[in-house]
């Protein structure tokens, strides 16, 4: 495909508006995109208007995945934009437009890739599955329905497309959100002992969970620390009142050393002891995240700094990601390799004036390409 093709591509998506919804409409274009060759296309419906696409292409041989995310963040304050977020403005070898990073280009890319070896109607010796998520930017529950459909069970490797500076990000960190609230009976405060105080239980939660979560000092030999964070909390209406209902929140990193179950399970226990002793505590999280273990000595990884260093002359690290990507929920699918690699420029993800160098985009169109091509042969 000619670079004038690839660029139209992924101008066209950063055209569709799909921040945080709208992700069918995303799904629409890349299926028409894909019309006229012999692939199998189907949906996955998250919600009105938001559909999951699934691309499958080859008949036989080892099958790699490629995951990308339909939506975009929030364009923002206008004002903030020296152009309009989704109209793809070219301007000095840069395209900038939202989700020109993150991560319409390493969609694109993968499509096009795609779309390139499709077009040379030769007999493919693998397959590539295109996952085409919804809602990554908003708790990675288009992956995690992918999941559970099946459409990840008979991977052999995964590539994320995700904005890495054609570095191969092999590990990340896992995240934990989590609301404990507290309930309690308002009485005026000068009878105290009629009422029942909604914030002491939860500065005992507080002190016990530090003290648990400070524990886990074991660290990750690329990743770091376990971190824990009491972030957040609130309670109580007036002064003169007892107070009838707290809250707070906590965040947690975790590292593989530490799996979430884990540590679920020791906030739950915590929960149920307190409530034992008459606290009236509830639990809650908010799309928490595993983390994902290294990748560092797969097949997959390696042959990927490889074609990064050879194909594309540029430099190439094993790297840490930042976590929060579609992996964590494709990390539980099963057991085949997953790497995180993906064109991007500058550190403009989630910004006004996002962009990606056209240079950088259309080298990751040919990476795809020369990846799946490699992994085919390694894979067989
Ligand atoms: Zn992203």
Redesign the pocket.
Known sequence: MNDKRAIKILADLIAIDSANDHESRVADYLTTLFKDYPVKIERLTYAPDRDNLIITMGNQGPLLGFSG?ED?VAAGDLNNWQSPPFTATIKDGNLYGRGAS??KS?LAAMVVAMLDLLEKGQELPGRIRLLASVG??TGEYGAAQLVKAGYADDLDGLVVG??SHFNVEVTHKGVIDYYVTSKGKCVHSSIPEQGKNAIMPLIAFAQKVQAIMDRHDQKDPVLGSFTHVISQIEGGDQINSVPDHAWLAGNIRTTPIYSNDQIYQELEQLVVELNAQGAELELKYSFPEVSLPSQANTKLALLAQEVVINELGRPCELAAGTGA?DSSEYVLAGDFPIIILGPAAGET?HQPNEFIALADYLAGCKLYQALALRFWREYQ
């Open positions: 995310h975009v993150d991560m390493g990554e930017e995700e904005p990507t993800d």
